[in-house]
């Protein structure tokens, strides 16, 4: 079975966050970084080399399989923004409708910058993941 490359590691949240070299990605990041932390009230941790993730969540298919993942988290990938949301996104398709300018994968939130969703939207969405 192959094991996940994406493990949680005690790189500093920040100093990642500090390495990026687009402004607009890197304040961002930082807003979302607080945005997360806030709703969450967990405290970041560094997953792979550019994933941050906020809380614990372990999983067991019914293959026997299990891991450790994160509820939710976020990268600031080079193309987009993206947020992830631990047991995908179909639950909150209705609580997404207002959120504006945004694409999604099964599990993936997309959008390239901050001012281009409706915060307040986000927000009420991550809550309701908090929620499961």
Partial sequence: MAEL??????????KFLKSIKEEQKRKDA???LDII???TGEHPKMWG???????????VY???????????GFSPRKQHMTIYFCG???PLADSMKNLSKYK???GCLYFNKLADVDT?????VLKKILSW
């Fill in 30 to 32: 930082f807003l979302l």
């Fill in 49 to 59: 080399s550019s994933v941050i993730g906020f809380g614990d969540y372990h999983y």
């Fill in 120 to 124: 307040t939207v986000l927000k009420s």
């Fill in 5 to 14: 490359k994406t493990k949680k590691n005690d790189t500093p949240v920040e």
């Fill in 104 to 106: 999604t994968g099964k």
């Fill in 88 to 90: 995908g996104l179909t």
């Fill in 62 to 72: 019914e293959s026997g399989r299990n891991g450790d993942w994160f509820v939710t």
């Fill in 37 to 39: 932390k806030e709703i």
